[in-house]
């Protein structure tokens, strides 16, 4: 427990970031990223890259920092007043933090879904072409289009395909939560971000929402904030552990969940402590 | 096996708190409804048709009138009084008289058959029996009208000395005497037998209507005359704006004898119309024919001279040089002068075409007044009784109440007294009244279920499409509907925007701050701030100084207007403050910046923001070049007064806290969650408020909206301030043009009921309106409420369902 220890009294830590990544070509490359809410810092100087075309698990216990880093890829932390950043980050090559970036643009090109299921109060279409149409677009023919091609990779399409003017409002949560990712990727985003999606749903539910992440690897890159290790384990294919906002160990899901190089880690998996 | 019901488990059944909140409940519920069905009744009841009762009294005098309730019904009979309605009466100011029960003799009275209720235009209704139906011969009394003008032209001729009178000729001598018989052939009115009354009073109508409609074309006529005085008389003075007040003395000075100028001419029209009347009378009679072609000629040729007069002094008015001034050059002072020779032109012509539509409306009035009904009227509290020869009635059946004996062509009503033995009579009092004053008649003792229906909805046809008659006390609302509906829905127009805007600022964008937390309590607060507040505030602000503004530019409400170097000055220095402010805001900033620059920044910003207010208030409130837009109007303000759109204002004014605060805090029950998704999807602030946050917060502003009009319609304190008068003749928005009449003053439902039932001498008479309007105006807010609610709950179930 020396790792943790040094956490607690202030240190910094080196990640155990294994060789297997390096392999990978990154669709987000993140450097020495830290972050301040006020005066307290919750990251500290994080460095990864992202797989791309793979899925990318964020595991720790509550309060490490996971969803903080998370909501820093698409500056969703902007939104909180008093928050400051040190460090870089970058969407294939592009710095995500530079002052003459267009955060608006930069949201645009990325795909969120939340802890709890947010359709918006409105239909099914409407719900699943609102980035398209925040982008301008009206014209009814490709709207549609996209919508039945975002439902039909969220595997909703079959679901709602007769009801598609209801409110989104109607469906059940799991249904939900598949809308809201239909919306996440109906513009063909380069990184999809999840944020716990299945941490409001019932088992079958969560069940069908994996089936639809397993479907989506290749595609998209995606990275998912997740508490619940079977889920990691499932459905990622590299897993990163942080810690009172460091990172400790980063590399494939098989080595990380069978052959951890930190004790810390293998604790954690294990359960014995977090 | 039947299940037990749960519901009986859980009534609390032991508890004492039901029987106390159910107790509350019930009182509260009472009194509510109490408050609705007095209402509901008084007003249901203000227009029904009631039955006209005659009652004898012991000093020997009669009552009739609606009974309007028996007092005191346990008492002993001495304390007892009834009231009664006696419509038109001489003797009170008061239209509900109360009588003692002691001075009655009859109990019950005598609903006799034949009494009539007339109600009139004017004056209260009158019930009586119909005794004479007469009409005047019209055509005559326009010969005399006609005739009368050659006498009143000699006559003036006469005491102005320029003739004496002891120069008339045969025909002038005669002349008074003529005239004299022919006004009393004139005066005599024609009879209609009694057979034929229902049918001669059907045909007065309709020529009464025809007649009315005539008048009013003429009246119409009138009006536009009048609107083309005014404004040729404005085009002089904006004419005159470049030149001296002497010219403006010139140009009034011109409409003053183009006045009389064409009054001149219409008397020597008249004139010649007067002597060919008594040319054709006297056809006959060659020295008397001569005489008048004499005379004729006289009068004529004095009629010409002072016509001659006036057309000089005119001439000379637009020739005179006194207006000219020294820096005019030839060519702009001989403009003025075809201008205020084109002036004088129009003026005369419609000056004398106004004098011909008077004229012609002399003529419709002596028609109109030709139709005459004669009433005897059962309230006759002043007429002593005379005794007379009681066989004439002994056929008659009555044994209580009216008989009648026919006098000559006409009817004579008599009263047989039940108190003293066999049958005393009573001569009743008579009045005349015209058939265009009657706006409708009926047999009150007569009618069945249905007539009574029939005129009931026909008094609620008038009450809600009517204009007022006598000052309110009957007829129509229509004109305060009118102005409450459209004062509403400016004021609603003006609020929505600004309320809606203002919050979306305070909740959305501005960032949290000390500043904020103090105007948001203000706002609060000013919600509850008494509206008469508001009323002054509208009536110093609005009408007097943005109002006289308008009017009049700065100078009328006191205010110096810069030097024309100064003003463009400051008005360069206010725009390119704007401009960098708007630039400053608008230009993509980065959130991560040092704070002694955002400091020095916000400093710079607030000076900014300092000179883009001071600046454009100065530089709209001293403009050099603004004269006023109705200065042509002034003395008389045009907006500078209370009238539609100040009072619009004001209550957007006054409605406005509250629509801010419930679109505050409709905004602010929009979750968090639902904007995180829109701004991940690559939304910005705007496109999120746009498409989720006001989409979502929609039924609450709908309630701010609701609140809002809730109040326009309902307030009065505020608006008889700024606009709301009594009675209006004119509506704020009708089909003339402009259509919408900012700068009329209007009639508002609250304020009708208010000035109708405090401002009035007899609240008895106003009490049916009072309540008829009240239930009007319920009925509005309800519509309007409840409509609003079933918006708001259509909206609520398209939004939201079920969350999982």
Redesign the interface.
Known sequence: MDRVKLISSGRMVPAETHEALLENEFVLSIENFSLWYGSKQVLHQISMGIPSGKVTALIGPSGCGKSTLLRSV?R?N??V?SV??EGEMELRGESIYN??I?V?????R???V?Q?P?P???SIFENVV??L???GESHKGRLMEACERALREAALWDEVKDRLSE?G??L??GQQQRL?IA??IV?SPEIL?LDEPCSALDPIATGKVEDLIERLKGEYSILIVTHNMQQASRISDYTAFLYLGHLLEYGPTSTIFTRPRLRETEDYITGRFG | MKRPSVRNNVTASSDAMIWVSGGFFVVSCTLLFLFIGHIAYHSLHAHWPRRVAVFEKTDGTLLAGEIHGYHGESLPHHEQSISLRTGYNRNSTQSISTMEMETVTAIPPVYPENVIAVELRESEPMFGLITQVAQLQHSLQTNVAIARVFLSEIESAEAKGIVAKKDRNAFEEILPSALASMIEQADEPIEIPMERWDEAIADFEQIVEHNQHLIRLKQMELSGIDKQLSASRKQGIRYAVSRNQSFVNTIDEIFRVAFELGAAEQAIYDVEASARFWRDQFQSDDTISKSIDESTDRIKALLKQQRDQLETELNTLVKQDSWVSPSDSQKTTNEAREFLSELAKTAKSAYSQQLRVNTDLAELDIVRNAFRIELTLLDCETIAPTHSDRTNYADSDVKVGIVSTRVGQSLEFLWRSGSTQGATEFALAKKQILCSDVIRYYFPNKLGWLGKLQLYSERWIEFLAGSPRRNGLAGGVFPAIWGTVVMTILMSIMVMPFGVMAAIYMREYAQHSMMLSIVRVTVHNLAGVPSIVYGVFGLAFFSYLIGGFIDGGPQKVGLEPLPILSWIILSSATMISILWLAYRTLKPQSKFLKPSFVAANRFFSFGLLVTALVGSFLVVAKVPFFEGLYYDELPNPTFGKGCLLWASFTMALLTLPIVIVTTEEALSSVPASLKEGSYACGATKWQTIRRLVLPYARPGIITGMILSVARGAGEVAPLMLVGVIPLASDLPLDTEYPYLHGSRSFMHLGYHIYSLGLQNPDINAARPMVYATIVLLMLIVFVLNSGAIWLRSKINRQMKTQQF
């Open positions: 698409n969703m902007d939104l007043e400051d950043v002052s003459s267009n608006i643009e930069l949201r645009k990325m795909g969120m939340f709890k947010n918006f109060p409105m609102y980035p149409r925040i982008d409110s409002l109607k059940s949560g809201c919306r996440a513009s971000l």
